[in-house]
């Protein structure tokens, strides 16, 4: 177990290794350095700005200084947004703002997406079931920023219930956890009810029943934990939407967020920024990637960690 | 049953075609129309299907009968209501000429909504569609390949998909907007082939979408074909085909590639809503297509500019982008349960 | 050995509602079953002895349904049971083993917790004592180390060993019933050998009812006392198994053994297979579901279904050349 942690840990590293040097390289492979967009800039300017900057240097010297600097915590500063405020600076005071956000959604849409799949299974071909049908199914095919308009819309511009922006108050955050919560939730209610109608048609089940066991017990002892294996599959990719969603309910909702933030450095090209936000992100995707896989390892007892599964 | 006498006739040993007769003879469909059948029994997926083609009708056909186009600023007519005219339109109406009435209004710059909406469902669908083609070229070679070809080119094509599968895509797709802007706006500039300047018109963002899902959404595909080919290289047919000498190239296209063709269809049907929402998100960010091209995304992006005012220029596209993509995704399930039935829960 | 009714089927009928109409998967079966006798159900697949023998349990699958006939269980019809009853009665009085052990036991549980937990749900025992309960019925399956083995999950298990826990989970209530469906078909023939004699053995040390469904007469003869056989979801012949193996009456079962290898066969002698393919029952005909495939077929046997027609001690075939050989003497042909 630990042994294959670590093993996941080094690969993890080396796959953010590529990513972060994939980041950097494409950066520079831009044609033009972003100082040349502002006004009146003379040459021997450029070269002082180029030099302040370390751009003067051969591509694979600045990218070794740059992991070398990003690993101490220095990633730049921002030559745009906030001129000349260090980039980790600018992600400390953002991202957790992001994070509560997510963090949120990530609760709620987990727990609910789980028990509705539950129910729809156990009521199937039922009216409830009829009814998370549809809910899940139209769920999924709305974007995120048409439910995260529409709830303002309701709540914040018509009804004047919730707040239309910010995070000030715990009702500021109702509407942005809900919004991003809400795709994953009908995705987790429908891939929990599949896979648990799935397992219910699985020989163990029938020997369980054969055996005389309440229904309860077979739904929640025998069912639940093997139909919550696919679950557990789409943490990852859960995660993954819950940043990328982000960025969209903080637009929406003008939440001072990383997401708001990395959307506006990319428009206005502070490469610092962005290569700063795309590596933490990267970095923090596979990290998490490490850890659903070993959730998974405790939920289904086949999967062999140690052995690489090959 | 004591007492019971039997006829002569009834003791006679019956002919062959007598007991043929008794056989009655299940109807054997075709793959095809079994399959047909099974998605016109599916009502939902039926409706689906006639949204779709609705869809299609009124984004390729309908602004042919609208007398406006998407990038036409009418003077004096900005930001009108549904059905309302400006004064401009209100005099040519007193003197008897006929306007054409604004269904969904203008927005800020005067330009009807309606056909707006119109091309971005046009541009909407065309993305989906050319991007799951992509999807479904590249994946579909790579993945026949490596799972014919197996052994170490298996592997080693494997770990690429699974280094690919690992890349945070909508970080590239972001990343790429930033990369590739500038060198094809140079190249549009510059070059006055027709490729470029048709290109030009897509914008630099739908440009870069169609790369990305050409270098990253593959994967998929290329899982369920390799596995697929797996499969049904143990079959025996296969093994028969590859006894009487038939090559490798000859066995994907006769026999292989055909039996995974309803996973093909399905899995490129489905990946058109997840492209159309992967471009409706970037658009919605102001990151994919550029003005005055518009696709829903970046219709709804502008809707919220006047969320206050004109809340129902969020809400059309917002409506028109989702029941689209509902469609699509019902249509793709019914068409999946209609070919495998096994799927089917 | 006492001769007391454990269950009796009466004109059991079971169909399932499709969409392409009714499939009647069983259609009116009756038979009885001694305390402490084994019988053995032949047929192949299709022919709804599994079915009927799930009905049994109660745990038919939507979209099947028994319409029609009574399962008495020590006098009790069993089909009248609600959903409580039915469920203390399943695992406590009957139980059941299935044919594919890799995937009949939960993957992501211990096999000690599977087994303690058929213990805990029908009687009032400690975790103590269902765990010792849980470990003798291991021993008792010929399985070492239980300690150990109690605490490991199913996928360490192999295929057999699978199905020795299957069997101990099966007994371990002491069920009067043990209705055992073609345990050995998924396992090797080695397997297969061991997991029989295992059942021997414990035929003999537990006097306890039995039903085993198979297609493979060659279990039938080594374990059962009788035999139905079953064709088109109707028993077209039952008797003791060594009158039925010795003097087949229904030509079905002829067919049967002609086409199974004999030990004892003459080197010269070849198998013969039974011409055509089994019954289409979503169009079952009205005659003898045997009748088309049939070499003695005549015209009666295409319009009207035969009744049983004793052929000696208990031995019941369901043919009507059998009706016409007992009548020949009595009545004639008119």
């Given at each position: 177990m630990t042994k294959y942690v670590i093993k996941r840990l080094v690969i993890a590293i080396f796959t953010i290794l590529i990513i972060a040097s994939l980041t950097f390289l494409l950066m520079n492979a831009?044609?033009?350095?972003?100082?040349?967009?502002?006004?009146?800039?003379?040459d021997d300017t450029m070269l002082a700005l180029e030099a302040k900057y370390g751009m003067d240097k051969p591509l694979p010297i600045q990218l070794k200084n740059y992991l070398v600097s990003f690993v101490q915590g220095d990633m730049g500063v921002s030559?745009?947004?906030?001129?000349?405020?260090?980039v980790s600076e600018i992600i400390l005071e953002k991202f957790p703002v992001s994070v509560k956000v997510g963090i949120w959604a990530l609760i709620w849409s987990v727990t609910v997406g789980i028990v509705l799949g539950c129910l729809a299974a156990h009521y199937r071909g039922k009216v409830l079931d009829s009814i998370l049908r549809v809910v899940s199914t139209v769920g999924i095919a709305i974007p995120g920023f048409v439910v995260a308009s529409l709830l303002l819309i309701v709540f914040?511009?018509?009804?004047?219930?919730?707040?239309?922006?910010?995070?000030?108050?715990?009702?500021?955050?109702l509407m942005p956890a809900f919004a991003l919560g809400f795709y994953p939730m009908c995705y987790i209610a429908r891939l929990t009810r599949s896979s648990m109608l799935d397992v219910i048609h699985q020989d163990y089940i029938r020997t369980a029943k054969a055996k005389g066991l309440g229904n309860r017990t077979i739904v929640f002892k025998h069912a639940l934990r093997n139909s919550l294996i696919p679950v557990v599959t789409y943490l990852g990719p859960l995660i993954a939407y819950l940043i990328t969603g982000g960025f969209v309910v903080e637009t929406v909702f003008a939440i001072p967020g990383l997401g708001k933030y990395f959307v506006q450095s990319i428009m206005c090209r502070d490469y610092p920024i962005i290569m700063g936000t795309t590596i933490l992100l990267a970095v923090l995707l596979v990290i998490m990637m490490v850890v659903v896989d070993i959730v998974y390892k405790l939920v289904d007892?086949?999967?062999?960690l140690g052995k690489g599964g090959e | 049953m004591d007492s019971r006498i039997f006829t002569v006739e009834e003791m006679r040993v019956a002919t062959p075609e007598e007991k043929q007769s008794?056989?009655?003879?299940?109807e054997v469909a075709s793959f095809w129309s079994e399959a047909w059948g099974r998605l016109k029994a599916n009502k939902v997926a039926m409706v689906a299907l006639v949204i779709i083609i609705l869809y299609i009708v009124l984004a390729?056909?309908?602004?042919?009968?609208?007398?406006?186009?998407?990038?036409e600023q009418i003077r004096g007519?900005?930001?009108?209501?549904?059905?309302t005219y400006s004064q401009t339109e209100m005099i040519a109406k007193e003197h008897g000429a006929t306007v054409f009435p604004h269904i969904f209004g203008t927005d800020s710059l005067g330009r009807d909504f309606l056909v707006r909406i119109l091309y971005g469902t046009r541009v909407s669908l065309a993305i989906g569609v050319v991007a799951s083609l992509i999807v479904l070229v590249i994946g579909s070679i790579y993945g026949s390949i490596a799972g014919y070809v197996g052994g170490k080119t298996d592997v080693i094509m494997m770990r690429v998909v699974d280094v690919i599968y690992s890349v945070p895509e909508v970080l590239v797709v972001l990343l790429l907007q930033v990369v590739l802007k500038t060198p094809l706006d140079n190249w549009f500039s510059h070059s006055q082939t027709g490729l470029a300047n048709f290109m030009n018109t897509l914008g630099t963002g739908l440009i870069s979408i169609f790369i990305t899902f050409g270098i990253l959404y593959w994967v998929g595909m290329a899982r369920i074909i390799r596995g697929q080919i797996l499969t049904l290289k143990q079959q025996e047919y296969v093994t028969a085909a590859r006894s009487i000498g038939a090559k490798g190239k000859f066995i994907i296209k006769k026999h292989l590639l055909p039996n995974c063709i309803g996973q093909l269809i399905v899995t490129t049907c489905l990946q058109i809503p997840s492209a159309i929402f992967l471009e409706s998100f970037l658009s919605f960010l102001g990151l994919g297509v550029s003005a005055p091209l518009a696709s829903l995304g970046s219709l709804a992006s502008d809707g919220l500019k006047g969320i206050y005012t004109y809340t129902y220029r969020l809400i059309i596209p917002s409506l028109v982008l989702s029941i689209m993509i509902l469609a699509l995704n019902l249509f793709g399930d019914g068409l999946r349960d209609a070919l495998d039935p096994r799927l089917k829960k | 050995m006492e001769k007391k009714k454990l269950l009796e089927v009466k004109d059991l009928r079971v169909s399932f509602f499709t969409p392409a109409g009714e499939v009647k998967a069983v259609g009116g079966i009756s038979y009885d079953l001694n305390y402490g006798e084994v019988m053995g159900i032949v047929g192949e697949s299709g022919s709804g002895k599994s079915v009927e023998a799930y009905s049994i349990i109660g745990?038919?699958?939507?979209?099947?349904?028994?319409i029609g006939g009574e399962i008495l269980f020590e006098g009790e019809?069993?089909?009248?049971?609600?959903e409580k009853k039915m469920r203390a009665f399943r695992g406590n009085s009957v139980s059941m083993i299935f044919q594919n052990p890799m995937t009949c036991l939960?993957?992501?549980?211990?096999v000690g917790n599977q087994l303690m937990e058929a213990v805990l749900c029908h009687e009032h025992v400690s975790k103590e004592e269902a765990k010792k309960r849980a470990m003798e019925m291991l021993t008792l399956v010929g399985i070492n180390n239980v300690e150990k083995r109690m605490k490991q999950?199913?996928?360490?298990?192999s295929g057999g060993m699978r199905q020795r826990v299957m069997i101990a989970m099966g007994m371990i209530c002491n069920p009067k019933l043990l209705i055992a469906d073609?345990?050995?078909?998924?396992?090797d023939v080695t397997i297969q050998a061991q997991i029989l004699e295992l059942m021997k053995e414990l035929k003999e040390k537990i006097q306890m009812s039995c039903i085993f469904i198979t297609h493979n007469l060659g279990v039938v003869a080594e374990i059962c006392d009788k035999v139905s056989v079953m064709y088109g979801g109707r028993i077209i012949e039952q008797g003791l198994v060594d009158d039925v193996f010795e003097h087949p009456a229904h030509p079905y079962t002829q067919g049967l053994l002609r086409s199974m290898p004999r030990v004892?066969?003459?080197?010269y002698e070849r198998l013969i297979p039974i011409e055509g393919t089994p019954v289409d029952l979503l169009n079952a005909?009205?005659?003898?579901?045997f009748a088309p495939r049939c070499?003695?077929?005549?015209?009666?046997c295409l319009d009207e279904m035969p009744d049983y027609t004793s052929v000696g001690n208990g031995h019941q075939s369901a043919c009507w050349l059998n009706a016409l050989q007992a009548l020949e003497g009595g009545s004639e042909v008119a």
């Open positions: 831009v044609p033009g350095s972003p100082f040349l967009t502002e006004h009146g800039v003379s030559i745009k947004m906030q001129k000349n405020r260090p914040g511009v018509k009804l004047r219930l919730l707040p239309t922006s910010g995070l000030d108050s715990w009702q500021g955050y007892p086949r999967i062999q | 008794v056989i009655v003879e299940r390729f056909v309908g602004p042919v009968f609208i007398p406006y186009t998407y990038a007519a900005e930001n009108l209501r549904p059905f | 745990l038919l699958q939507s979209p099947g349904k028994v019809n069993i089909l009248t049971y609600d939960n993957p992501v549980y211990t999950y199913p996928h360490e298990f073609e345990p050995t078909t998924a396992l004892d066969a003459e080197s005909p009205q005659g003898c579901p070499e003695h077929c005549r015209r009666i």
